[in-house]
Nanobody
Framework: VQLQASGGGLVQTGGSLRLSCAASGGTFGRYGLGWFRQAPGKERESVAAIARSGGRTWYSDSVKGRFTISRDNAKNTVYLQMNSLKPEDTAIYYC??????????????????WGQGTLVTVSS
């Protein structure tokens, strides 16, 4: 499956962005999906994940209550709604697809397919 992330940009502290990740070439509903990010000079970290059916989600503590992951299986797209953005949210955001697990998982090693990333910059 191929993943194409979009929606990044420059936003002020407290602002919102919605990232999208469109999938093609596979059966979308068979994949768990996740969003990851990597800030300059830091390791990649898991941000949010959603199960195949969309019924279960997982969030990192750093974004819980501010970010919402969702998926539209009819549109083969996963979203990350980001509210109350902070400068520390600045990073390249990647979407990824996991073909093996039913539930959401934050572990990057289970994700087989990755999008190219979209840059989010939050100014203070």
């Amino acid at each position: 499956v191929q993943l194409q992330a979009s929606g990044g940009g420059l936003v002020q502290t407290g602002g919102s962005l919605r990232l999208s990740c469109a999938a093609s070439g596979g059966t979308f509903g068979r994949y768990g999906l996740g969003w990851f990010r990597q800030a300059p000079g830091k390791e990649r970290e898991s941000v949010a994940a959603i199960a195949r059916s969309g019924g279960r989600t997982w969030y990192s503590d750093s974004v819980k209550g501010r970010f919402t992951i969702s998926r539209d299986n009819a549109k083969n797209t996963v979203y990350l709604q980001m509210n109350s953005l902070k400068p520390e949210d600045t990073a390249i955001y990647y979407c990824a697809a996991d073909p093996t697990r039913l539930g959401p998982t934050p572990y990057d090693y289970v994700y087989s397919y990755w999008g190219q990333g979209t840059l989010v910059t939050v100014s203070s």
